[in-house]
């Protein structure tokens, strides 16, 4: 089993930077692909971002160029950096663990941390 634990989420000004973060316990990620989504409200979870066991990184299309996406094997976490803000990034931020490959979507994932929330202020 593997618990997953974000931190980091807050209010932000628009164009500003936040940074969230996922520690993980019970097993090392090293071989787990791990995943952010995003849920704004009254809307479905979206992908966000992945990263792979082998470092190779994902982004939606609407994070592209803003997001950065990264693993620390060391230290179990697994971080994601957050730049240039809108209003349209609030949401509540999850973290999501799978073996193998990294996929977008979410019912691949079978670890699920309890989000953290984003908010960007126009």
């Known amino acids: 089993q593997v618990q997953l634990v974000e931190s980091g989420g807050g209010l932000v000004q628009t164009g500003g930077s936040l940074s969230v973060s996922c520690a993980a316990s019970?097993?090392?990620?090293?071989?787990?692909?791990v995943a952010w989504f995003r849920q704004p409200p009254g809307k479905e979870r979206d992908f966000v971002a992945a990263?792979?066991?082998?470092?190779?990184?994902s982004y939606a299309d609407s994070v592209k160029g803003r997001f950065t996406i990264s693993r620390d094997n060391a230290k179990n976490t697994v971080s994601l950096q957050m730049t240039s803000l809108k209003p349209e990034d609030t949401a509540v931020y999850y973290c999501?663990?799978?073996?193998?490959?990294?996929?977008?979507?979410?019912?691949?994932?079978?670890?699920w941390g309890r989000g953290t929330q984003v908010t960007v202020s126009s």
């Open positions: 999501a663990a799978r073996p193998g490959r990294a996929t977008v979507t979410a019912s691949d994932y079978g670890y």
């Open positions: 019970g097993r090392p990620l090293s071989g787990y692909a």
């Open positions: 990263i792979n066991w082998i470092f190779a990184t």
